[in-house]
């Protein structure tokens, strides 16, 4: 992989995602020379015995204590070499499961960037072995829970910069050894801290970014995957696209919903089921062996309403442009809102992510450990130039995530809303019951994918309280309130793969239900080219007796619905949602009768894992 230069002022949200995923970095030299000026000032001002908070001084609620010449109970040691040490051995408490490598990687490639400003007092040779360390592919075991999110993320980072000492944890070839071992391994030895850098090292907003920024930047691929799969379900529906229009979203121009819209039309482009005439659509009806002649294979019947003369009264221009036949389709101008306001509900979950792109671009090549170091700055005192402010205070990242983590269970709500109307025969538009024939009685079909979804919406919204509203203080009231930003990144990064779950879940439900919408409608174009009339309108109810008088007008409209449907092209989505359904259906076969599920749902969130439909989705779009 290509080397990442990084020089603490030009890194981005997609080269944070190389390094995660194991693209290695590289120092640029102009940074580094600042880096060596922090750290000669530092120094410098210590040599001159100038108090600086946590170089010549304790930390949090022992910063009034300055540190003595020599140690007070005798015996050789430098104590700020001590006070650095103890602040990373004493911090490293994390408990819980850990980080994936990508995460900690993220976190090194992080604390790396911001140290190369030049105003932490880190020397350049503890920033290189820290680099070295990272692209010798040594990962420190980072256990999640332990951060507030101010100081920083004092406890995580001190897991990853233990190892460096030659302590704590790390994954290294696959395995988990002691950091000291990893180290060996690797070829690299220890480090020795020396002033500050302990601070340097453990203060700042690591953990929350790197699992900000790496939940937004899949969230960003699930928010285009939940389009596709509401796409796909809107021609399963055969539903209205003049909610996506371009003037229509003109006037109410979100950013997110006007894209949404924009990708909807793109994705649905070459649709022959959307806004196709009511009329042509078919209703299901449960197979019987009377229901076809020849066609042994079908699983289903399929039937239209007559409407009579009766009940045309004050909708005469209606049924000059629609045959009065009530199929599948209702006749009604509009979806519903789980349909029609996609745009709205989709581009809202946009917008809050793009907010917190934002916020994370900004933090990325930000300074965020505490006291900064201006050593070029004209002062009078130190404290001039050593500053104490509350960079590493991680509200603007922790704020950012509540509103993304508010936005999921809304993404995965609308998602089971529309699986759910596509299994209920009370609003699936005439496709049958769960998405399955079921003539005998005996088959549940897609009902309990349902479930599953239902099931993952509730627990995705349970898990939306912001952390960030209830701060819990630390360091003896010192640090008095906190962020608890790390918890809310956290949070944001796991709750993003449930909500891929239900994206999945949709995804699976709609290609079954595309698959039966464009065989019923076949079907009813097979029967018109090749029945006779009397038999094409024995699947049209609500007719006249034989000896009505209004008979003839019946079976003259019925021809006409006939001539209509045999001579058109066959039904189907546009080049996109046929990709889409292609790369579902290669892995996932139709379902014709009940069978075991758990197979085609783990399949279906692998495709939505790994971009399956997604990529496959692009490629037709680029063709």
Not at 277 to 284: A, D, E, G, R, S
Not at 387 to 404: D, E, R
Request: proline share 5%; glycine share 8%; aromatic share 6%.
């Amino acid at each position: 992989m290509r080397p990442v230069r990084l020089d603490g002022r030009s890194l981005t949200q997609r080269t944070l995602v190389e390094v995660a995923h194991g693209a290695p970095v590289e120092l640029d030299a102009d940074a580094l020379k600042a880096v060596a000026r922090a750290a000669d000032f530092l120094a410098t001002q210590v040599a001159r015995e100038e108090p600086i908070y946590g170089v010549s001084t304790g930390f949090g609620s022992n910063a009034d204590k300055l540190l003595g010449a020599r140690p007070a109970r005798g015996g050789e040691g430098s104590l700020h070499r001590e006070l650095q040490d103890n602040l990373i051995v004493t911090h490293a408490v994390c408990v819980g499961e850990p980080f994936a490598p990508e995460v900690v990687r993220a976190m090194l490639c992080i604390r790396i960037n911001t140290l190369l400003r030049g105003h932490s007092g880190i020397r350049v040779e503890t920033l290189q072995a820290l680099t070295a360390m990272l692209n010798a592919g040594i990962v420190p075991v980072v256990p999640q829970l332990g951060s507030v999110g101010a100081s920083g993320d004092l406890a995580p980072l001190s897991h990853l910069a233990i190892v460096l000492l030659g302590g704590g944890e790390a994954f290294y070839q696959g395995e988990r050894i002691p950091g000291a071992e990893a180290l060996a391994n690797a070829g690299l030895k220890p480090v020795t801290l020396s002033y500050k850098e302990g601070l340097a090292l453990n203060n700042g907003t690591a953990q929350m970014l790197a699992t900000g920024v790496l939940a937004v930047q899949r969230l960003e691929e699930l928010l285009e995957t939940a389009d596709i799969a509401a796409a796909m379900t809107i021609d399963a529906f055969a539903g209205r696209l003049g909610a996506f229009a371009e003037e229509v979203h003109a006037l109410r121009p979100h950013p997110g919903q006007v894209h949404v819209a924009e990708h909807l039309r793109t994705l649905l482009a070459g649709s022959t089921l959307s806004d196709i005439p009511y009329h042509l659509v078919p209703k299901f009806r449960t197979w019987s062996p009377t229901a076809w002649v020849g066609d042994e294979d079908a699983r289903f019947d399929i039937s239209w309403k007559w409407v009579p003369l009766t009940q045309r009264h004050g909708r005469e221009k209606f049924y000059a442009r629609f045959r009065p036949f009530r199929g599948g389709k209702k006749h009604q101008p509009q979806d519903s809102y789980s349909l029609r306001c996609i745009p709205q509900v989709h581009g809202a979950v946009r917008d809050a992510l793009e907010q917190a792109r934002r916020v994370l671009d900004v933090e990325l090549n930000s300074v965020t450990d505490n006291p900064l170091v201006f050593p070029d700055a004209e002062a009078m005192y130190v404290e001039e130039q050593v500053i104490s402010a509350g960079h590493f205070h991680g509200m603007p990242l922790a704020l950012a995530m509540s509103y993304v983590k508010a936005a999921i269970p809304v993404l995965a709500s609308i998602s089971e809303r529309r699986l759910n109307k596509l299994v209920d025969p009370a609003t699936n538009d005439g496709l049958p019951p769960f998405l399955i024939g079921n003539e005998d009685g005996t088959e549940s079909g897609l009902m309990i994918v349902q479930y599953t979804a239902a099931a993952i919406v509730n627990d995705l919204a349970s898990r939306a309280m912001p952390a960030s509203v209830y701060s819990i203080p630390t360091s003896a009231n010192a640090e008095d309130h906190v962020s608890m930003g790390a918890n809310e990144a956290r949070h944001v990064l796991a709750m993003a793969d449930d909500l891929g779950k239900v994206i999945a879940l949709e995804l699976l439900t709609a290609a079954q239900a595309l698959d039966m919408r464009r065989d019923m409608i076949s079907a009813g174009r097979k029967l018109a080219r090749k029945a006779d009339p009397e038999t094409f309108a024995a699947k049209v109810q609500g007719g006249p007796l034989l000896d009505d008088p209004g008979r003839a007008t019946f079976l003259a409209e019925v021809e006409g619905l006939r001539a209509e449907l045999a001579g058109a092209e066959e039904f189907g989505p546009g080049p996109a949602i046929t990709a889409a359904h292609a790369a579902i259906r290669w892995r996932i076969g139709y379902l014709d009768r009940d069978r075991a599920l758990d197979g085609d749902v783990r399949m279906a969130v692998k495709l939505v894992e790994d971009n399956s439909v997604l990529d496959a989705v692009r490629a037709a779009l680029s063709a």
